[in-house]
T-cell receptor, first 116, second 111 residues
């Protein structure tokens, strides 16, 4: 089955440590996205990539880094520079071609990061 | 970017239709309206999308006004499992079809 996989589901880290969240898709989607969600809030865009080896900052990129070495993979690193890293992180992917059958974004099930 | 406005929360009785409104008065003629929902602690799930015409699928119906400034998502027979946050999104065509998620409407379906 095609889909988008995020791992791990729960992650605990000590303050000051970098941590990398995994996101893999086998949908042959062009674009991939990372969102952050805080309790009771909507989704905020961290980074997105529309093509391999290229990515763009979203609204809240400070303290985060990404890479897109393969079409299928878009890992997110939460660095020690991120002031409040504890949050729910969601990865998504999409086609870029605009057709009526383009269902927008497909989301992963998320990674809940807790920094102690 | 076309911005959307939704009520913060709504209640609906189980078995009744849930009608969720959305305003998108600045939407451009070539921008789609998408609806997603997010059940607690899960990733958002696609529901439906449309451009001009009303749309229906196995999950819901989407009614878009003729001037495209607003739309309504209809869940015809709401169940307890439809309790979720519902996001109405106007696609940003000029930013590579970017979807920007706002706060959404928290729908509570009650027995």
């Amino acid at each position: 089955d095609g889909g988008i996989t995020q791992s791990p589901k729960y992650l605990f880290r000590k303050e000051g440590q970098n941590v990398t969240l995994s996101c893999e898709q086998n949908l042959n989607h062009d674009a991939m996205y990372w969102y952050r969600q805080d309790p009771g809030q909507g989704l905020r865009l961290i980074y997105y990539s529309q093509i391999v080896n290229d990515f763009q900052k979203g609204d809240i990129a400070e303290g985060y880094s990404v890479s897109r070495e393969k079409k299928e993979s878009f890992p997110l690193t939460v660095t020690s520079a991120q002031k409040n890293p504890t949050a729910f992180y969601l990865c998504a992917s999409s086609l870029l071609a605009r057709t009526k059958a383009n269902y927008g974004y497909t989301f992963g099930s998320g990674t809940r990061l807790t920094v102690v | 970017d076309a911005k959307t406005t939704q009520p913060t929360s709504m209640d609906c009785a189980e078995g009744r239709a849930a009608n969720l409104p959305c305003n998108h008065s600045t939407i451009s003629g070539n921008e789609y309206v998408y609806w997603y929902r997010q059940i607690h602690s899960q990733g958002p799930q696609y529901i439906i999308h449309g451009l001009k015409n009303n749309e229906t699928n196995e999950m819901a119906s989407l009614i878009i006004t003729e001037d495209r400034k607003s739309s309504t998502l209809i869940l015809p027979h709401a169940t307890l499992r439809d309790t979720a946050v519902y996001y109405c999104i106007a696609e940003n065509y000029n930013a590579g079809n970017m979807l920007t998620f706002g706060g959404g409407t928290r729908l509570m379906v009650k027995p």
